[in-house]
């Protein structure tokens, strides 16, 4: 099919939109967290690793009661929508933070938001898009919220310098993006005429509906939580940056890196995934982790360092809009929220223990060591792999 963003629903641009202003705000501030908590608030590699997981953690758990409960409501765009806002409004905590312990509250509020929005956000791309076009609406969204988390540490580079290193006062230039994406959803993203709910018994509305996911999803959920093993928080890349020698303006370029390679390839692999077996793209973006992390064990220079980004990026563009193209194309339509939550749960469980591991390898033993561990989860994930690509789709 040429071209096939061209048949796709006007609400996946809007949701794709939302996401590229949230991103650009929520980029922003990562993209500088690390190295604020730091370089200024002297926070260790470990306390970096604990926060990123807990955070993570947080938006996972709360993807699975969102999701639950936008099936159950049979509606999901106002849940998604609360969950924006609360995001949007915990922004301003970031610049005032003064301890460590105020950046995991924020961090852990955000990360609520996140989860809130999550699942039902997901669902709801399956929701208005016909089942021969989900692989190109999952990248095409993904390939937006890329080109936001693109921008973000954009900003958050030009701010650096034009602010004379103040981070806090960059962050606080993240608030405007925010806002501006609650406005864009509201306005344009429209619910079916039927609510999902209606499509299925009651007891798919309550959390006993679980029992009805079939054995093909939750072989989807391993396979997601071990790539996500291998795939720890992002922040690490940052401090990679720091780690050989690059000044803290120029740290961001390491996502802008990153976001740009994702962006670029992730509504082609999506479109892909279409009509390739998703086994091979899969394996393709496995095999693109291996790389990384390697590059990024190895690293002596910001030029690796960058390659090791952009190699990351491509990982993410060839497996996370077709990961949640799967979850959605073996859950029934009134338990996608359900399905998605259970996801996302299982891979935030997953990213919590990565970030903890990583930060502590990191202080023990360096940054080889932490990178190394991830290419070594990602070559365990290949023999999974393996055996989904053998197994009858259903």
Known sequence: MKNPWRKLPAGIWALGIGSLCMDTSSELIHSLLPLFMVSVLGSSMLTVGIVEGIAEATAAITKVFSGAWSDRLGRRKGLMIAGYALAAFTKPLFPLAQSVTWVLAARFTDRIGKGIRGAPRDALVADITPASARGAAYGLRQALDSVGALLGPALAMLLMLWLANDMRAAMWLAVIPAFLAVLVLTLGVQEPDRPVAAAVSDSARTLAGVQRLPLHFWFVVLLGAVFTLARFSEAFLLLRAQAVGMANAQVPLVMIVMNLCYAAVAYPAGA???????????????????????????????????????????????????????????????????????????????????????????????????????????????????????????
Request: charged share 10%.
């Open 272 to 394: 892909a995934a279409d009509r390739q077996p998703p086994a091979r793209l899969l394996l393709a973006g496995l095999l693109l982790l291996v790389l990384a992390d390697a590059v990024l064990a190895l690293a002596t220079d910001a030029l690796a360092v960058l390659a090791g980004a952009a190699l990351w990026g491509l990982h993410m563009a060839f497996t996370q809009g077709l990961l949640a193209k799967l979850v959605a194309d073996h859950v029934p339509a009134g338990l996608r929220g359900t399905g998605f939550g259970i996801f996302n749960l299982a891979t935030g469980v997953a990213l919590l223990l990565a970030s903890v591991l990583a930060g502590a390898l990191w202080q023990a033993y360096g940054p080889q060591a932490t990178f190394a561990a991830g290419a070594l989860f990602a070559i365990i994930a290949t023999p999974g792999l393996l055996v989904y690509s053998r197994k009858p789709r259903r």
